[in-house]
């Protein structure tokens, strides 16, 4: 349990990362230094992008649960409506049927999505059509040359293998003195069960690492971020909203 992973940790830098558990094949490790809690080695970004992509129901006229999900994301997009006034660029990164997307229109953004899903794209453009969405590519938004003023991107970062290109991208899309919206899984939450193993989130290969608040908070500081509030949640989730400082940098 305590052996030592021989590795760094991916948020804070440090050596003293240890074994956490074994699940399924999945070696998860902690960092002793922040609490961040990842698996090593990674899985290949391309095996986990056939996982979220693989067995889908999702058709061009179907998405599961469409009527409940357009109900939450436009509530959802309403408290946010704040950070959209103006005609603000907006992106939801992990668009799935462009729920949020359209919400973030609505409340007054001019809205992207992106997903890795050609058949929830295929949806959310039939869909939403005012909306433009990008699929499968990250190289399609490396290429976007204007950054955006909000960047959506809910339950996402814990499935990402290369969590420091994530980083960099999130850096590379959001303006200065624009914000990021993040939600993750929270592994520091008062209502996860005391043993993780009986916590529902904890399980790879579906998630692959898990935040508490002050640790997302330090990887974001490195990329040029900094806090502006969290959001409450009632379960487990953690919702955090970052800005982008002025005359930052990504970390290269």
């Given at each position: 349990?305590?052996?030592?992973?021989?590795?760094?940790?991916?948020?804070?830098?440090?050596?003293?990362?240890?074994?956490?558990?074994?699940?399924?094949?999945y070696?998860?490790?902690?960092?002793?230094g922040?609490?961040?809690?990842?698996?090593?080695?990674?899985?290949?970004?391309?095996?986990?992008?056939?996982?979220?992509?693989?067995?889908?129901?999702?058709?061009?006229?179907?998405?599961?649960?469409?009527?409940?999900?357009?109900?939450?994301?436009?509530?959802?997009?309403?408290?946010?409506?704040?950070?959209?006034?103006g005609?603000?660029?907006?992106?939801?990164?992990?668009?799935?049927?462009?729920?949020?997307?359209?919400?973030?229109?609505?409340m007054?953004?001019?809205?992207y999505?992106?997903?890795?899903?050609?058949?929830s794209?295929?949806y959310?453009?039939?869909?939403?059509?005012?909306?433009?969405?990008?699929?499968?590519?990250?190289?399609?938004?490396?290429?976007?040359?204007?950054?955006?003023?909000?960047?959506?991107?809910?339950?996402?970062?814990?499935?990402?293998?290369?969590?420091?290109?994530?980083?960099?991208?999130?850096?590379?899309?959001?303006?200065?003195?624009?914000?990021?919206?993040?939600?993750?899984?929270d592994?520091?939450?008062p209502?996860?069960?005391?043993?993780?193993?009986?916590w529902?989130?904890?399980?790879?290969?579906?998630h692959?690492?898990?935040?508490?608040?002050a640790?997302?908070c330090?990887?974001?500081?490195?990329?040029?971020?900094?806090?502006?509030?969290?959001?409450?949640?009632?379960?487990?989730?953690?919702?955090v909203?970052?800005?982008?400082?002025?005359s930052?940098?990504?970390?290269q």
């Amino acid at each position: 349990m305590n052996e030592s992973a021989g590795t760094a940790c991916l948020v804070c830098g440090s050596n003293e990362v240890h074994n956490y558990h074994l699940i399924d094949g999945y070696q998860f490790v902690k960092c002793e230094g922040c609490a961040f809690v990842f698996t090593h080695p990674m899985p290949p970004q391309e095996a986990l992008n056939e996982l979220y992509t693989g067995a889908s129901p999702v058709t061009k006229t179907f998405y599961p649960k469409s009527g409940s999900r357009w109900r939450r994301s436009l509530y959802q997009a309403f408290l946010l409506r704040k950070y959209l006034t103006g005609k603000k660029r907006a992106i939801d990164i992990g668009c799935g049927g462009g729920f949020i997307a359209e919400g973030l229109r609505l409340m007054g953004a001019d809205a992207y999505g992106f997903d890795i899903s050609e058949q929830s794209i295929t949806y959310a453009r039939a869909r939403f059509p005012k909306c433009r969405f990008l699929v499968n590519s990250y190289d399609q938004l490396e290429a976007i040359d204007e950054p955006f003023d909000f960047v959506f991107s809910s339950e996402v970062i814990e499935h990402v293998g290369d969590l420091n290109g994530y980083m960099s991208l999130l850096a590379k899309l959001t303006r200065e003195g624009g914000f990021v919206y993040i939600t993750t899984p929270d592994m520091g939450s008062p209502n996860r069960p005391d043993n993780v193993l009986d916590w529902g989130p904890f399980g790879p290969p579906q998630h692959i690492q898990y935040f508490n608040e002050a640790n997302l908070c330090v990887l974001f500081k490195k990329y040029g971020f900094s806090f502006v509030r969290k959001v409450p949640d009632k379960k487990t989730g953690l919702k955090v909203i970052f800005a982008k400082q002025q005359s930052s940098t990504a970390v290269q």
